[in-house]
Structure formats: C-alpha cells, structure tokens
C-alpha cells in the first residue's frame, strides 16, 4: 500500500517561504497524480496545488498561482511544494495525497490515499 509523509512546515513569517516535501514509499509516485490540501480551523480541506502523472503537467488554484511550486523528484520518489511570499491566510495543516488514474482534480474524494499533514504557520 502507498504511503506518504509530509515534512517541512513550521513556523515562518510573512513574505518568507517554506519547502514541503511529500516522501511515498510502497509504489513510485510516478503513477500518480499527487495533490497539496490544505485545511484551516473551522475551513473545509482545500486543494491547492497537484501535478498530474504521466506529462507531469501542474495546476493551481488562484490564491497560491505565482507564489507556490509543484515538482516531483521520481529519483527520491518525493513531491515538493515550494511556498513564497507566504501570507498569514495560508497558515493551515497542509497534506499531501495521491490519486490513480485521475488527472486534473483537486475534489479530495478522488485521492486514494494522504499523509497525515504538516502544520504551516505564518505569522509574525
């Protein structure tokens, strides 16, 4: 069974940046769209970010386009979000999670599988 872990959050101030690192083992993430969540207190989870399989093309949502970048290092079997310019409005437990053949899709219920999610902070 695929697992991941996330890493990387932690406590940082405004316009500074973080890097979150999805770690898989049991498959090659290779075959799977990997997708960045996100969830606020009191907010519904929120996909940010994913980069599909096979062309490894990447989406974001608005409020992120610009600031956070995807990539995937197939050697290290491990997905990255890049986070710049980070805003108090992205303090949240950020988790990674990985879907099978699916393409394009931020709707949690298509991820198969999560990791149990790092805490970002941004605050001053």
């Known amino acids: 069974q695929l697992q991941l872990v996330e890493s990387g959050g932690g406590l940082v101030q405004p316009g500074g940046s973080l890097r979150l690192s999805c770690a898989g083992s049991g498959f090659s993430l290779d075959y799977y769209t990997i997708g960045w969540f996100r969830q606020a207190p009191g907010k519904e989870r929120e996909g940010i970010a994913l980069i599909n399989s096979g062309d490894g093309s990447s989406y974001y949502i608005d409020s992120v386009r610009g600031r956070f970048t995807i990539s995937r290092d197939n050697a290290k079997n491990t997905v990255y979000l890049q986070m710049n310019n980070l805003k108090s409005s992205d303090t949240a437990v950020y988790y990674c999670?990985?879907?099978?053949?699916?393409?394009?899709?931020?709707?949690?219920?298509?991820?198969?599988?999560w990791g149990p999610g790092t805490q970002v902070t941004v605050s001053s």
């Open positions: 999670a990985a879907g099978f053949a699916i393409q394009g899709t931020l709707v949690p219920a298509q991820y198969d599988d």
